[in-house]
């Protein structure tokens, strides 16, 4: 299918890793030799003829009837989407904590903390293992204040009573799911878990709470009926982050992460500015956004056809789902616009291979963490 959905595999970084990335092509006689190459330059004539796909892909657009019904409709695509897959689409993202630390189990904070401080100051990214992502046919889809570093050792209790309905009301400071939490994690877009259940599976600390929404329905239950979910150290909630009228189930500047895995994506573009500004009012002081999504002239986009595309570089997917494809620019203006700080605007550029067909597939995905000063002038 056109414009299907590529899984993230950690990011590549321009700069020399510590560890792992250190797989170049420098022969291509040896292009079938692994299943991916790191850092992979692109020559003029390749990104001139990416260019030229695109122009010629969005020649011919979306009517504005079917753009209305892809946007009211939103939800009903999505819930189809997880309605046929259910959980064995996209697999679970262990490279995260490779990708961004801060996700990583409590021992590790002092670790993050002097991290964060030399990455404040060089901007070079971390690691991560080439083989942790997923395979190749699978397409898709702090700077922390010293207060969040500490954590109590009691499980934070939630009422069983809590129900969908919180999200409505204006959250009071103690009684909101996770009060009693002392680092606390929101994943918007989490799908069917991918990225909560390893989270809560890696990190035991006693501190942690994690909060989950999804635009789909059908998403969240699959959350909630997973042998993985515990209500007593995670919240899975049905939420629209471009609903204006719908608050979250916390309060602002409550929130130590908030992590975006090829979500931002998938909304409209003019909605993209205000979403990530009531997000960015979720976080403490010292909290981060971090972000993964579709870069420009990724694969995905250059598969598209002619009558796919809705707008300039957001084209609508055969089954109805819609997906942006970002420049660093764009995304560091709106992170930026919402209060926040630059601490990671990265391009991932890889070369996938598939060996068995002697296939190569150019892939762009783009890597954020912007962090909220600790003195926000932001509401």
Known sequence: M???????????????????????LSDPARVFHHNAWDNVEWSEEQAAAAERKVQEN??????????????????????????????GFFKDRHWLFTEFPELAPSQNQNHLKDWFLENKRSEVPECRNNEDGPSLIMEEQHKCSSKSLEHKTETPPVE???TQKISDLEICADEF???????????????????????????????????????SSTAIELVQ??????????????????????????????????????????????KMQKAINRLSRLLKPGG?????????????????????????NFYVRGDGTRVYFFTQEELDMLFTTAGLEKVQNLVDRRLQVNRGKQLTMYRVWIQCKYCKPLLSSTS
């Open 177 to 215: 799911p996770g009060s009693s939490a002392t680092y606390r994690i929101l994943e918007v877009g989490c799908g069917v878990g991918n990225t909560v259940f390893p989270i809560l599976q890696t990190n035991n600390d006693p501190g942690l709470f994690v909060y989950c929404c999804d635009f």
């Open 160 to 162: 069983e009573n809590v």
């Open 2 to 24: 056109a414009g299907s959905y590529p899984e993230g595999a950690p990011a590549v970084l321009a700069d020399k890793r510590q560890q792992f990335g250190n797989r170049f």
């Open 58 to 87: 969005s020649t011919q657009r979306v009517c504005q009837e079917k753009q209305v019904d892809y946007e009211i409709n939103a939800h009903k695509y999505w819930n189809n989407f997880y309605k046929i897959h259910e959980n």
């Open 288 to 312: 981060m956004m971090l972000l993964r999504d579709y870069g420009r002239y990724d694969m995905a986009q250059l598969r598209f056809k002619k009558g796919q595309c809705l707008s300039g």
């Open 225 to 270: 009926t997973n042998p993985e979910y515990d209500p007593s150290r995670c919240f899975a909630f049905v939420h629209d982050l471009c609903d204006e009228e719908k608050s979250y189930p916390v309060p602002k500047g409550s929130l130590d992460i908030i992590i975006l895995i090829f979500v931002l994506s998938a909304i409209v573009p003019d």
